[in-house]
């Protein structure tokens, strides 16, 4: 068999993620990303599910390449559709960010330009990375408002920012960030300020839109409901590091990690009214605590003397993967 | 046992690690301490001198820095003078911050009418530019010392007015002040212990960031002949006095503006580091 | 009776077990807008529109509704932090409006929030066992007695007082921050707690944690909750009774169990719906209501849900009342057609 035709077969991933580390360098040295490993195929919605100081934001940052080079100290690699981004001249680092993967942030308030309307942000961004011409580029800014079911959007497009309500301007900046047909998108948060009416609105489109353009997404969340609702796969994130990464159906009937499971007991759901709350004891890290051992071993309830002296390492089974030295022992 | 440092102990300690605070707040000592002490540290009389003996250059015997138009020793009458001067520097701004803020808390706590009364009238005397504002009302006033501080302070009151209302009203809608008022005390109380802490910051940068600006306005006043008369040594009259003496003796006509430049930019530099300290990100 | 030493003394019940401890009577709210001394003609935003409810000794009422619908101004209403435009509110039998000076103050006593956001709730100058201690000084204790009551209640709500007690706020987790808060109200020894997002802004497993706090110290210290949410899960948890609210007014009230199950108006049951299934094999596929609420200051005439709601007809023009559906429970709902099971 030629070469060309083994890649064919083999199904590579869209995005690989190698034992990624990431600290930040200032007055003091702060570990963000801690041997970070995951995949992603195309087509395929991953969410990252972790609490504040887990590293999820800094995860999506570092995947779009938003930090300055001399704040951050690096190691490990990532790649996008086998070619490392960590190396990539300014030219293709611009094509990359938009045309390859976009990014949709938590304040659609603060992503947006409030001095020009947003027909026009959407249409610099067209024009940015494709050679179309301005009316063109206008009739696609229209069809991709309409694409998020955006109400009146012609009217629309000639809206500022902060004349639409908050879901809207949601909308609006999911239509930016989908305005060059990414591979991949990054959604930071994307509904964590909004009412859940208007949640639950924008999650069924990302995710009718995701599956439409059959594009992958790694969205970031705190919350259990919204990632159950949106992902395929999903990976837990505890001090800079995916602890534990499953399908969701999985995830709901056996999480692997003390972590996990300290999540879902502790969840408030509408069937554990009366009943007292389990609780993980203590607090999350802080971003920038370095220690032998596992991170969540402070707090875990399996923990064991091994658990306090090495990292532990990934375990993968056909389904999942793991990080945790108690994970299949019972 | 963690220690607990209060702010303003965290402050200090933040400023003692700044090395241009250690060199302009030793500066600064210095100048004020030798004016201070100006009669202890020099015998000369700033007030005599010998026409034969005038405009002697820098390093001339026994006149460190030359003597002046009147054959006055330059290095008596430049620290003598920096007691007027500072004292145009610093009085009328500390002043000014009392009574601003003052009038600044209870325009930013009470809000509403009292507010709006207080801050158009400040806006009144905000829209001159101080050193027209200075100029008119020390003329008004006449010559003298007394006139020029009191002009200067009713310069610089509405400038901290401005500040502390600003800052008070932002303090005013955080949580804790409404946890203040939720607790039954007297607005005295949430005022003294909630509200000035929180913005005595800010009000105080400003206010050290006055300091050279008021010695400038000051000296600025004598130069014009509205302030200090001859033969009092003030660096602002100083200059003027060797105004003529420009072109023929640069080096010695321009040693107040010298003095002058060197105390501002120690006040400044030292305000700035403060500012620096009194951030904590959090 | 508390349990904590040398506290300030919690009021006596005057009006007794029947009498409710608050009660709101046709609260209203307006704020005016583009007023000027020139101009005659003002706009107002309702933000609370005639609210009325009460609050039963020993229970916990939570509050539902998105932003906008003038849950935030409706606490800030109750702790006299702003005065309301009309309507009256009465704590055990004793009106609150007309209230002035001394026994202002010692109301005032009663009622404490815990504030959503930990950090603002705390002066950044005084360590926490100062901020404790200022209320019950306020009403008289000696300082010291004061700070072993502070060093006590933090003990109270899981915070180590010798550990913790010296530190800055910003010294502080964001739930080691709020349970301080808690510390803090509870410092009056009050009878009614008004709780505004309290656990909001937390991490999940510390939500969990002072979730659990709060309904510990409720049976210790004899206290009544206001519990106000936009999490569903968590206001079904926490309360006994629930009141809805939508655009300055109460839509539905009632027992936690006739809200959630037996749900009659049809925003509730939108926002019941819009709610993430736990399960990959039950996700919505449709959305339960589209759009945004209309505004707060041009209302429209009848019904204010009207324009999202799939049961509107002409009878809607007229606004709806609320009205006893069920007089077991006491489930009132504001709706000409409301939902029956």
């Known amino acids: 068999m030629s070469s060309s035709f083994e890649r064919l077969i083999m199904k590579s991933p869209l995005l690989k993620v190698e034992n990624l580390n990431l600290d930040f360098v200032g007055s003091k040295r702060i570990q963000a990303l801690n041997e970070l490993n995951f995949e992603l195929n195309s087509g395929e919605s991953l969410v990252l599910l972790g609490e504040s100081g887990s590293g999820k934001s800094v995860t999506l940052r570092t995947l779009m390449r938003l930090y300055k080079q001399s704040t951050i100290n690096l190691s490990g690699d990532i790649l996008f559709q086998g070619k490392s981004i960590l190396n990539l001249s300014p030219k293709e680092l611009q094509s990359y960010r938009g045309k390859d993967v976009s990014m949709v942030f938590q304040e659609a308030g603060t992503a947006f330009d409030p001095v020009y309307t947003i027909g026009q942000q959407i249409i610099e961004m067209i024009l940015a990375h494709e050679t179309l011409s301005h009316q063109d580029a206008r009739q696609r800014a229209l069809e991709l408002l309409n694409m998020v079911k955006i109400p009146q959007a012609k009217q629309r497009l000639s809206a500022y920012p902060h004349e639409l309500s908050g879901g809207m301007k949601q909308r609006a900046m999911i239509a930016l960030s989908l305005s060059c047909?990414?591979?991949?998108?990054?959604?930071?948060?994307?509904?964590?300020?909004?009412?859940?009416?208007?949640?639950?609105?924008?999650?069924?489109?990302?995710?009718?839109?995701?599956?439409?353009?059959?594009?992958?997404?790694?969205?970031?969340?705190?919350?259990?409901?919204?990632?159950?609702?949106?992902?395929?796969?999903?990976?837990?994130?505890?001090?800079?590091?995916?602890?534990?990464?499953?399908?969701?159906?999985?995830?709901?009937?056996?999480?692997?990690?003390?972590?996990?499971?300290?999540?879902?007991?502790?969840?408030?759901?509408?069937?554990?009214?009366?009943?007292?709350?389990?609780?993980?004891?203590?607090?999350?890290?802080?971003?920038?605590?370095?220690?032998?051992?596992?991170?969540?071993?402070?707090?875990?309830?399996?923990?064991?003397?091994?658990?306090?002296?090495?990292?532990?390492?990934?375990?993968?089974?056909?389904?999942?993967?793991?990080?945790?030295?108690?994970?299949?022992?019972? | 046992m963690i220690d607990h440092p209060s702010y303003w102990t965290h402050v200090f300690r933040k400023l003692s690690k700044n090395k241009i605070a250690w060199l302009s707040g030793g500066l600064l000592t210095v100048i004020l301490l030798s004016a201070f002490f100006a009669p202890l540290i020099l015998s000369t009389d700033p007030y005599r001198g010998a026409m034969l003996n005038r405009l002697n250059p820098v390093l001339t015997s026994g006149h460190l820095l030359g003597t002046d138009e009147l054959g006055r020793d330059m290095l008596t009458r430049l620290i003598y003078g920096g007691r007027i001067s500072i004292l145009l520097g610093m009085a009328p701004v500390i002043l000014a911050f009392i009574i601003g803020s003052c009038i600044g808390l209870i325009a930013g706590f009470m809000g509403g009418k009292i507010n709006m009364l207080i801050m158009r009238t400040m806006d009144v005397f905000y829209a001159f530019p101080s050193v027209l504002l200075a100029v008119s009302i020390s003329g008004a006033l006449g010559p003298g010392i007394v006139n020029s501080l009191l002009a200067l302070t009713i310069v610089f009151i509405p400038q901290i007015v401005r500040v502390c209302e600003s800052s008070t009203t932002q303090v005013r809608q955080l949580d804790f002040v409404s946890a203040a008022k939720m607790s039954g005390a007297s607005t005295y109380s949430i005022i003294r212990v909630h509200v000035f802490p929180n913005i005595i910051g800010p009000v105080f940068v400003y206010t050290t960031s006055l300091f050279s600006v008021s010695m400038i306005l000051g000296s600025g006043l004598s130069f014009l002949g509205l302030g200090i008369k001859p033969p009092e040594p003030e660096w602002g009259l100083m200059l003027n006095t060797l105004r003529p003496a420009l072109y023929t003796h640069p080096g010695l006509a321009v040693l107040p503006g010298l003095f002058i430049f060197i105390t501002s930019i120690s006040f400044n530099l030292l305000s700035d580091c403060f500012n620096t300290a009194m951030d904590i990100k959090k | 009776m508390s349990l904590i030493d040398k506290s300030l003394v919690q009021d006596s019940d005057v009006g007794g077990p029947a009498q409710a401890l608050l009660i709101v009577n046709e609260l209203r709210k307006l704020f005016p807008i583009n007023g000027s001394i020139f101009s005659s003609k003002k706009d107002y935003v309702h933000a609370v529109n005639g609210v009325s409810f009460s609050i039963n000794k020993g229970e916990t009422l939570g509050i539902v509704g998105e932003s906008g619908c003038g849950k935030s101004t409706l606490a800030k209403l109750l702790s006299n932090l702003i005065k309301p435009t009309s309507g009256s509110m009465i704590f055990d039998g004793q009106g609150i409006n007309e209230l002035r000076g001394i026994p202002l103050k010692t109301l005032k006593k009663n009622l404490q929030m815990v504030f959503q956001d930990s950090y603002s709730s705390l002066n950044p100058r005084l360590n926490i066992l100062s901020s404790i201690a200022y209320g019950p000084m306020i009403h008289g204790m000696k300082s010291e007695d004061a700070k072993e009551l502070a060093a006590n209640l933090l003990n109270r709500v899981g915070l180590d007082a010798n550990q913790f007690g010296y530190r800055y706020p910003h010294e502080l987790s964001g739930g080691q921050r709020q349970r301080a808060n808690i510390a803090r109200a509870l410092s009056f020894s009050p009878r009614l707690l008004l709780l505004d997002e309290a656990v909001a802004a937390l991490d999940k497993s510390v939500q969990a944690q002072v979730l659990n706090l709060l309904i510990d110290l409720k049976k210790e210290e004899n206290l009544t909750y206001l519990f106000i949410s936009h999490d569903l899960n968590v206001v079904h948890y926490m309360s006994d009774r629930v009141l809805v609210m939508y655009l300055g007014k109460v839509v539905e009230v009632g027992t936690v169990d006739r809200i959630f199950n037996q749900t009659a108006h049809p925003y509730t049951k939108a926002l019941l719906l819009a709610q993430p299934a736990m399960d990959p094999a039950k996700r919505k596929i449709q959305v339960p209501i589209m759009g945004d609420p209309p505004s707060p200051i041009h209302l429209p005439k009848g019904c204010s849900f009207k324009s999202r709601c799939a049961h509107a007809n002409s009878a809607c023009e007229d606004e709806p009342k609320l009205k006893n559906i069920d007089p077991i429970t006491d489930h009132w709902v504001s709706c000409h057609h409301h939902l029956k099971d």
């Open chain 1, 181 to 330: 047909n990414p591979k991949l998108l990054l959604a930071d948060e994307p509904t964590t300020a909004l009412d859940a009416t208007v949640q639950m609105q924008i999650l069924l489109l990302l995710r009718d839109l995701q599956k439409e353009l059959n594009m992958a997404m790694i969205f970031v969340t705190h919350d259990i409901g919204a990632a159950i609702e949106i992902s395929d796969q999903i990976a837990v994130m505890y001090g800079g590091t995916i602890v534990e990464k499953t399908s969701t159906q999985n995830f709901i009937n056996r999480p692997l990690h003390p972590y996990s499971q300290g999540l879902m007991a502790s969840n408030v759901t509408m069937h554990n009214k009366g009943e007292k709350l389990l609780t993980i004891n203590g607090s999350p890290p802080v971003l920038g605590i370095n220690s032998k051992g596992c991170s969540f071993a402070p707090r875990c309830k399996v923990k064991i003397d091994k658990c306090l002296q090495e990292s532990p390492k990934i375990t993968r089974t056909d389904v999942s993967q793991v990080s945790c030295w108690q994970a299949f022992s019972e």
